[in-house]
T-cell receptor
Framework: SQKIEQNSEALNIQEGKTATLTCNYT??????LQWYRQDPGRGPVFLLL?????KEKRKERLKVTFDTTLKQSLFHITASQPADSATYLC??????????FGAGTRLTVKP | NAGVTQTPKFQVLKTGQSMTLQCAQD?????MYWYRQDPGMGLRLIYY???????DKGEVPNGYNVSRLNKREFSLRLESAAPSQTSVYFC??????????FGSGTRLTVV
């Protein structure tokens, strides 16, 4: 069956460092992949979308890569700040107008 | 403000009671979705509506029904609530060209 796995439940890093979050998937070939940010008690907020024919996409301090051979996406936050602390979700387009989400990685950036 | 509005924000039900969760979007999106979010399991799709007049089952539809009332509104109904339906419910919409816009969620407890 298809699975989406995000590398770890929690990631702690020091302010100013680059945070790297991983999203792996199996038994599927999505046409695109998305990343979301979710703060406690709030709904997810869309950050970036990357298509299968794109290797990399950037938005300000965010960078996403998509390796369809490895079936993996990496999400980077450069020059991280305490305000970046949140849970980050990856999501893959699924069949029939469906999107499937990973369980998320909780990022904490310490001052 | 443009976005997705969910009501109510909180609800406590007794086992066997019924209720309807309301969702409305003002972005003229065709597609709308209902997800539930449980700790460690990420977002799971309950039902979706690709366009006005259509609805389809997602990953976990049992115990739920939906109505796409018009292009703006998509409601989720629990006919006979069970403790296993204790969760946070999110409504989302998209025009399929970009990411999903989520509401702020309904926190439901079934006792």
């Amino acid at each position: 069956s298809q699975k989406i796995e995000q590398n770890s439940e929690a990631l702690n890093i020091q302010e100013g460092k680059t945070a790297t979050l991983t999203c792996n998937y199996t038994n599927y070939s999505p046409a695109y992949l998305q990343w979301y940010r979710q703060d406690p008690g709030r709904g997810p907020v869309f950050l970036l979308l990357i298509r299968e024919n794109e290797k990399e996409k950037r938005k300000e301090r965010l960078k996403v890569t998509f390796d369809t051979t490895l079936k993996q996406s990496l999400f980077h936050i450069t020059a991280s700040q305490p305000a970046d602390s949140a849970t980050y979700l990856c999501a893959l387009d699924w069949e029939n107008n469906d999107m499937r989400f990973g369980a998320g990685t909780r990022l904490t950036v310490k001052p | 403000n443009a976005g997705v509005t969910q009501t109510p924000k909180f609800q406590v039900l007794k086992t066997g009671q019924s209720m309807t969760l309301q969702c409305a979007q003002d972005m003229n999106h065709n597609s709308m979705y209902w997800y539930r979010q449980d700790p460690g399991m990420g977002l799971r799709l309950i039902y979706y509506s690709a366009s006005e007049g259509t609805t389809d089952k997602g990953e976990v539809p049992n115990g739920y029904n939906v109505s796409r009332l018009n292009k703006r509104e998509f409601s989720l109904r629990l006919e006979s609530a069970a403790p296993s339906q204790t969760s946070v419910y999110f409504c989302a919409s998209t025009d399929r060209a970009g990411g999903y816009t989520f509401g702020s969620g309904t926190r439901l407890t079934v006792v």
